[in-house]
Structures are given as C-alpha cells and as structure tokens.
C-alpha cells in the first residue's frame, strides 16, 4: 500500500479504494452520507423491484443498491473480512427481510463500515448520516462492528420544517449515529451562545440602553465573613453563608459595574447575556437551517448538506491538522468544511459528476488549492480516457463536461433522449446584466458531421452564441469545414470574436485544452474581488 496521500479526491468503488489506499488506523475522523433513495420516496428500497422501476429514480447508484452479484459478493464478504457477531447478524436480516433492495442497502454498508473502522484511530470517531427509514438496522450494524460501548450517540437533525404527510406526522429529520474508535476519543465540546430561551427562570433585567443581564447569587453555602462593596461599606452574608469572591474579587466587580442590589439591599452579580459561559450542544439540533432555494452556498445538488452542519461536527471531533475522511463525498460538503477548518481531509465518491463538482467548489472557495487538487483514479492518458467511455459513457461524459468547466444538463440524471442535444452548459459573462451560456455536447463513439450540424441547430433552436463538440476520437475533416462555416461570435462586451463551433478531443482534454470563450460567471464559492462584490448579493450557478 502506497503512503497515505491527503487533500486527494479519489474516484471509484470506495471499498477498493479504501483496501488499496487507506492504511490501518491512519484517519482522525469519518463522516459518511450514503445515498438512501428514501430522499426521492420513503418506500424505495421496500418496493418489490420491477422491471418498469425507474432508472432515473437511483441514479449513478442503480447497479449498487439492489441485490445483484455486487450485494451477494458483499453479503459473502462480511463472513471472511467481519466479525462472527456481524455475519450472523446480516444473515439475520437478510433471512428475515429477504433479498431485495433494503438488505442490499445493509450488505454494501456493512462491508464499508468494516473497512472504516480498519482505518479509524484508536482516538478517531465516525459520524454516519442517514434517513430515519434505514437508521434503526445500521445503528445495529454499526453496534456489532464497532461494539456497543463505541456508541455516543443518535443526533436529530431538524432538516426541515413544515412538512405535511397526509395521514401521518410530518418527516423533517435525519439521524447522525455517532461512534468512536475508543473511549479516548478526541472531544471538544461544542457550545451555543446564550439566548434569552436558554436563559429562561433566572432573573433578567434589560438596561435603558437594551443590555440584557442576568442576576445571580453572590453567596454559597456556609458561613464567611463580611466584605466592603464600594460606599455602601461592609456587608455580612446571610446568616450560613459567604461571599463567593475575596475581597479582591469584589473590588474588581465593584469596578466593573458587576454588583447591583436588589430591594432587600443585597448585593447580587449581575452578567452580561452575551458574556455567560455558553450553552453545551445535545443531540437534537434545530439550530443548523438546511440549504434552501435562495441559499447562498446552494450547488443544486439534491442531498447538499450546510456547511455549518458539517463544521459543528469536524470542530468537536478533531483537531487542526488531523485527517478528515468522506468516503461518499457526493457534493464536498466534509471536505470543504475540513478544509476551512484547517484539516486534512480525503473525498472518494463513484461519480465523475461528483469529482468534477468538488474540484470546482474547493479551487473557487480556496484559492490555494487552484489546479493543486489530485484526482486518483480519473484517467490520465487516452487509453484511460477510452477504456471509461467504454465502460461507462456517462462517467466519460462527466468527465469530459468537468474537464472544460462545465456543468452536467439536468443536475447529471441518466435520461436518455431528455437532453435535447445539450450534456452540459457553461455560463458566462456578457455584459453587466446579460448572463448567457455555452452549449456542451459529448460523443464518446463514432464521429459524424451530423455531429456539428446537430450542435448548430440546437445553438439556434436555444438562442445561444457558442457550442463546443467534446470527442473521444478526432473529429473528421468533414467536421472541421462544417465548424469553420458556422463562422464567430462576436462579443460587444469582450470587444472580440470567438468561434461559433468549437470541438476538442479527449486528447486536448488532457492536455489541458480549454473553451476558448468570455468569462466563465463566478460559482457560489468563488472568492471575487471586493470592489466587484455587492452588499446582499451573491450570485449562484442555477440556470
């Protein structure tokens, strides 16, 4: 196994990767979000499959978790990688709830969690973010593979409000099951400012300038001598009491302003809400909003977490410098935070559509990072290139589209015949106002200039100035005159011409090649200058 390489995306089945790449006891830190098709219908993964079942409906995700060779090759795993208490559990499962959808779901995450708690440090802990409809059999799982004693807790996260179900009580939560490797875990107790909720039953007074204190005792048990408090001179404790400070301490919150008095002319501390030792998080969080519509830091990823939800978490279970691992990184929420937040930190996920998606977000949001981001597992020659369109067209898609800057048509889905010409679009910069966009087609078989001329007529049909043919193999000298007749784009703005039809290979792509285009528009993580930026406005990739 090669050193430990961090601050990588690496892209591919995260069980091999995590056997080939991640050594034993080598991460501080694991958060995991794995997809469950209850985000698009709760009853998903416990309908009997048909053959009329929507491939749309589970995605990248549609060979993985269903039973099929990959599920059974996992289920039979878990006898030879996991322990004697994991094996009968799973096949208790298994003979209870039968082979479909939901033990497929289990047998794939039981293999991975095994694997995980292999890379775990003995002070490392592993947060397991999932829907209510599949928590209660992965919390057993997670019990007879890490053990009992390992589990902290079930943390509720509201993410969302007002929900209406019909005939049952509104779902508006997920479940965090948070483990740890040992009972020396790292901790850092996290904590929330005071409000006036968290506040309420003690005595508060708000000041004529709108400062809220609270009023507390100045005493403690048993009795103590008197102390002086400024002119009002010496004053006894109640009888089997004494003042909590020396006389120092109450010189110092005389000075201050600290001691006031209450009819009964005895003196009482008096603090600033906003100076009071905060309030300890516990496991129900409604603090942390979701990510909504107008949502700054929205992508349009369908599962994107808030950033916040994921820094409360990194802060609490891990120090600066320690390594962060997301081995179902989808959108790079962990990562992001990870890194914001000075780890380290790894991303795995099984989609170029993913990858691309997160090399973008983190070169916009950290600058550093520009071009610095290695992806394992991408190809990296034409016979790479080529042995991906041949396994898999739509990884080539995304990767081709991800290579040039753009963004997949229709958030990635897998609908044949739903893209009316268009795989990916790149939105750019003309003029103040004006937003318009460059039209990206992908072709990872044959070509033809019926190829161009079909770009050309949905540039048309779209009203768009620019389209770019992405290729596996190099376009024909038919292709070419067709591309060069279509002629320029001229931009007022840019104030110069930019060709109409443009075609790169999957050659150029890994030669760095780029669009030769106007300005790409700023995605939500992008750093702009300040003199560009304005108050209250951000401007987003929804299209």
């Keep these: 196994m090669s050193p430990l390489q961090t601050n990588t995306l690496y892209y591919g089945d995260n069980l091999q990767i995590l056997r080939d790449y991640i050594p034993d006891e080598s991460i501080d830190l694991i958060y995991l979000d794995p997809p469950f098709n209850s985000n698009r219908s709760y009853n998903v993964l416990f309908k009997e499959r048909t053959k009329d079942a929507s491939a749309a409906q589970t995605g990248a995700f549609e060979d993985t978790w269903h039973w099929g060779p990959a599920a059974q090759e996992a289920f039979d795993q878990i ?30 995450m039981a293999i991975r969690l095994v694997e995980l708690r292999r890379v775990l440090k003995p002070t490392g802990s592993i947060y397991l973010h999932c829907d209510p409809a599949a928590s209660h059999y992965l919390k057993v799982l997670m019990d007879s593979i890490f053990g009992p004693k390992s589990y902290r807790n079930e943390i509720i996260w509201e993410r969302t409000t007002g929900r209406k179900s019909g005939n049952q009580y509104g779902r508006v939560h997920d479940t965090l099951l948070f483990y740890t490797r040992s009972d020396g875990s790292t901790w850092n107790a996290p904590s929330l400012p005071q409000s006036l909720d968290t506040v309420k039953g003690h005595d508060l007074v708000t000041d004529s300038d709108g400062v809220v204190w609270r009023y507390s005792d100045l005493t403690g048990a048993g009795g103590g001598p008197p102390r002086r408090f400024g002119d009002r001179g010496e004053i006894p404790p109640p009888t089997g009491r004494h003042w909590q400070f020396a006389q120092d301490g109450i010189d110092n919150l005389w000075a201050a302003g600290r001691i006031a008095f209450s009819r009964g002319a005895q003196p009482r501390l008096r603090t600033k809400l906003e100076d009071l030792a905060g309030v300890d998080v516990r496991d129900v969080w409604t603090d942390i909003r979701p990510i909504n519509a107008a949502a700054a830091e929205r992508l349009g990823y369908p599962t994107q977490k808030p950033i916040a939800l994921l820094e409360r978490i990194i802060a609490a279970s891990s120090n600066e410098g320690d390594i962060v691992l997301d081995p179902f990184c989808g959108c790079g929420t962990a990562v992001h935070a990870a890194h914001k937040l000075g780890r380290k930190w790894i991303g795995i996920d099984i989609t170029h559509l993913a990858i691309g998606l997160i090399r973008r977000r983190m070169e916009d949001a950290f600058t550093e990072l520009n071009g610095k981001i290695p992806v394992v597992g991408e190809p990296v020659d034409l016979t790479g290139a080529a042995e991906l369109a041949a396994r898999d067209p739509y990884q080539f898609q995304w990767w081709a589209l991800d290579r040039v800057g753009a963004l997949p048509a229709g958030g990635g889905e897998r609908k044949k015949g739903m893209d009316r010409g268009i795989d990916g679009i790149i939105p750019f910069v003309e003029g103040a106002t004006d937003r318009r966009r460059v039209i990206v087609s992908v072709k990872a078989g044959n070509v033809s200039p019926l190829f161009v001329r079909d770009l050309k007529a949905v540039l048309e049909r779209e009203g768009e100035p620019i389209g770019v043919l992405l290729t596996l193999k190099k376009p024909t000298r038919e292709m070419i005159t067709e591309a060069v007749a279509a002629g ?54 929804d299209l």
């Excluded at 110069?496 to 792509?509: C, F, G, N, S, V």
């Design 79 to 108: 006898a030879h990688h996991g322990s004697d208490n994991t094996a009968k559990l799973l096949k208790a499962m298994v003979d209870a709830l039968d082979r479909g959808d939901v033990t497929a779901y289990l047998s794939m």
């Design 488 to 541: 320029s784009y001229h931009s007022e703005f840019w104030g110069r011409d930019y060709p109409k039809i443009q075609m790169l290979t999957a050659e150029d792509l890994l030669n760095k090649r780029g669009v030769d285009m106007p300005q790409q528009q700023a995605s939500p993580f992008a750093k702009a200058p300040k003199e560009k930026r304005r108050e209250g406005k951000q401007t987003g990739l």
